[in-house]
C-alpha cells in the first residue's frame, strides 16, 4: 500500500518561493508516475506537474518556467519547488502516485493521493 504524506506548504508574498515535499512510502521501485495537483475550493482539481519513472517531466501551461518537480529516489520523496508565486497559485497541493506512465493520465487516473498541504500567496 502506498502511502504519501504533503509537507512545506505555507503563505508566502508574490514572488516568492516554497518548496513542497511528498514523503512516499510503501513502494520500492521507480515504476511510478508521480505528480502534483492543486485544488481551490469549488474548483476542479489541476494538475500542476508530473515526473515519470524516467525523469521525464510534464508542466500545466500556468506553472512552466516557475516550477520545477523532481524526486530523490533514493529517499522516495517528490518534491515540488515554486518560484515566483502569484495569488493565483493559491490552493490546496496534492502529491498523487499512478503505477505505469504518466502520459495521458488524468487526476481520477491516480490510484494514490496525500492529504495536501496549503499553500496561500498573497498581493
Same mark, same amino acid.
Not at 11 to 14: G, L
Not at 68 to 74: F, L, M, V
Given at each position: 500500500?502506498?502511502?504519501?504524506?504533503?509537507? =512545506?506548504?505555507g503563505?508566502?508574498?508574490?514572488g $516568492?518561493?516554497?518548496?513542497?515535499?511528498?514523503?512516499?512510502?510503501?513502494? !520500492?521501485? $521507480?515504476?511510478?508516475c508521480? =505528480?502534483? +495537483?492543486?485544488?481551490?475550493?469549488g474548483?476542479?482539481?489541476?494538475g500542476?506537474?508530473?515526473?515519470? =519513472?524516467?525523469?521525464s517531466?510534464?508542466?500545466?501551461?500556468?506553472?512552466?518556467?516557475? +516550477?520545477?518537480?523532481?524526486?530523490? #529516489?533514493?529517499? #522516495? !520523496?517528490?518534491?515540488?519547488?515554486? #518560484?515566483?508565486l502569484?495569488?493565483?497559485?493559491?490552493?490546496?497541493y496534492y502529491?498523487?502516485?499512478?503505477?505505469?506512465?504518466?502520459?495521458?493520465?488524468?487526476?481520477?487516473?491516480?490510484?494514490?493521493w =496525500?492529504l495536501g498541504?496549503?499553500?496561500t500567496?498573497?498581493?
Open positions: 500500500q502506498v502511502q504519501l504524506v504533503e509537507s =512545506g506548504g503563505s508566502v508574498q508574490a $516568492g518561493s516554497l518548496r513542497l515535499s511528498c514523503a512516499a512510502t510503501g513502494y !520500492t521501485d $521507480g515504476s511510478y508521480m =505528480g502534483w +495537483f492543486r485544488q481551490v475550493l474548483k476542479e482539481s489541476e500542476v506537474a508530473l515526473v515519470d =519513472g524516467d525523469g517531466t510534464t508542466y500545466a501551461d500556468s506553472v512552466k518556467g516557475r +516550477f520545477s518537480i523532481s524526486k530523490d #529516489n533514493a529517499k #522516495n !520523496t517528490l518534491y515540488l519547488q515554486m #518560484n515566483s502569484k495569488p493565483e497559485d493559491t490552493a490546496m502529491c498523487a502516485a499512478v503505477r505505469g506512465y504518466c502520459w495521458g493520465r488524468r487526476s481520477y487516473d491516480f490510484s494514490y =496525500g498541504t496549503q499553500v500567496v498573497s498581493s
